[in-house]
C-alpha cells in the first residue's frame, strides 16, 4: 500500500503553508523592528523617498503581526508585500550602492517564508534579474557577476532546503498517521476523519459509511503457521482491500486483526454492496496455501449519531452480530432501518 499518496495533508506541495501565519508573525516582528532604524535614518540624511518606502514596508509588517496577534487574517496579503520591498531594494541599490544589494539575500529568504514555493521561485528570479540589471548599471561588470552568482546560489541552497524539509515532513507523518507493519492508517487519523465526516454530515447531510471487517480465527492462523504468516495475511488483506477501494476510501487498522474502511458519500445499501464485493475478495484470495481466510464485517451509515464513537458503536455491533452468526459474512447494524445480512451459502 502507498500510503504516501493517500495522505491528505500532503496532497499539496507546499509544506509551509499550514504555519505560514506563525512563521510571519516573528518574521514581521522582526522585520519592523530591524527596518525602523534605517527609514528614520533615510529621512535624516534627506532619503525622503527610500525612507518612505522602507516606512510603508514596516507599517506593513506592524499590521499584519497585530492582526494575526488576535487571531485574525493578515489584512495586506503577503504578495502586496514584494511590491514595496522590491521597490525599496531598487531605490536603495540607486543611492547607497552595493550596500543596497545586500538587502536582496533577507528579501529572498522571506520570500520563501511567506509565499507558496511558485510564487516564491517567481519573485526570487525577478528580483534577482532587476537587482542584476541595476547593479550592471551602477557597479559594473566583475560586481555584477559576483552579486548575481551568490544570489542565485542563496536561491538554489533555499529550494535544496525546502525539498528536504518536504520529505521529512512527508515520513514524519506518515509515521504519525499510519500502522506501521500493514501501512494502513491508525486510530489517531481515523478518529480524526470520522470526526470531519460528522461535522460534513450536520453541516449539509453529506452521507457516510463505515465498515468494520475482523479477520476469522485469526488467533488460529497465527497459533497454527506463526506469527511471520499472520502479519503477511495482515498485510495482503490491507494490500486487497486497498486496490478495490475508490481514491477517496480510506483503511484503518483499529486492532490487532479489526480494520475500518471509511466509506464518504456513501449511503448504507450501497456500503453494504461494498462490503459484500470486499468479503468475497478475501474469501477468494489465496492468503495462505492451502488454508481459507475470511473476514466477517459489520456495515453503518452515519444517520445522525450523536458521537463518533457511538457511530463506530453500531459498526461494532452488526460485527459482533456476522462473527456469532457463522462468520464470513456482512451484517448492516441497527439503525432506523432493519438489519440485513448476507449469508454465505
Not at 92 to 117: D, E
Not at 154 to 159: F, M
Not at 270 to 277: I, L, P
Request: hydrophobic share 50%.
Amino acid at each position: 500500500m502507498n500510503t504516501a499518496s493517500l495522505i491528505d495533508p500532503l496532497e499539496g506541495k507546499d509544506p509551509l503553508a499550514p504555519h505560514r501565519n506563525r512563521m510571519m508573525y516573528p518574521l514581521a516582528i522582526a522585520g519592523a523592528v530591524f527596518l525602523t532604524p534605517f527609514f528614520l535614518n533615510d529621512f535624516i540624511m534627506g532619503r525622503y523617498l527610500l525612507g518612505t518606502t522602507v516606512m510603508s514596508i514596516v507599517i506593513a509588517f506592524a499590521v499584519d503581526a497585530f492582526a494575526i496577534h488576535r487571531g485574525r487574517r493578515p489584512p495586506i496579503p503577503y504578495p502586496i508585500l514584494l511590491v514595496p520591498m522590491v521597490a525599496g531594494m531598487g531605490l536603495s541599490l540607486a543611492t547607497q550602492g552595493i550596500y543596497g544589494a545586500m538587502w536582496s539575500f533577507p528579501a529572498v529568504l522571506f520570500f520563501y517564508f511567506v509565499l507558496p514555493r511558485v510564487l516564491a521561485n517567481i519573485g526570487s528570479v525577478t528580483m534577482l534579474a532587476a537587482a542584476a540589471i541595476f547593479a550592471e548599471h551602477y557597479f559594473g561588470f566583475d560586481v555584477t557577476v559576483r552579486f548575481v552568482f551568490c544570489l542565485a546560489l542563496t536561491i538554489v541552497i533555499i529550494n535544496i532546503i525546502l525539498n528536504v524539509i518536504g520529505r521529512l515532513q512527508q515520513e514524519l507523518l506518515v509515521q504519525a498517521i499510519t500502522d506501521p507493519l500493514t501501512g494502513a492508517y491508525n486510530r489517531r487519523h481515523m478518529e480524526s476523519m470520522l470526526s470531519d465526516a460528522m461535522e460534513r454530515y450536520r453541516r449539509n447531510a453529506s452521507p457516510a459509511a463505515v465498515l468494520i471487517a475482523d479477520i476469522d480465527h485469526f488467533k488460529k492462523i497465527n497459533d497454527q503457521f506463526g506469527h511471520d504468516v499472520g502479519d503477511k495475511v495482515l498485510k495482503n488483506l490491507v494490500a486487497l482491500v486497498t486496490q478495490r477501494s475508490r481514491r477517496l476510501d480510506r483503511m484503518f487498522r483499529i486492532g490487532g486483526e479489526e480494520f475500518l474502511l471509511f466509506l464518504p458519500d456513501t449511503k448504507s445499501g450501497d456500503a453494504f454492496t461494498r462490503a459484500e464485493v470486499l468479503r468475497k475478495s478475501v474469501a477468494e484470495a489465496d492468503f495462505i496455501p492451502g488454508h481459507p481466510v475470511t473476514v466477517s464485517i459489520g456495515v453503518a451509515e452515519l444517520v445522525g449519531d450523536p458521537s463518533r464513537d457511538a457511530w463506530i458503536k453500531r459498526a461494532d455491533e452488526a460485527l459482533y452480530e456476522a462473527k456469532h452468526s457463522g462468520r464470513n459474512r456482512v451484517v448492516l447494524g441497527p439503525a432506523r432501518e432493519s438489519t440485513r445480512e448476507a449469508v454465505v451459502g
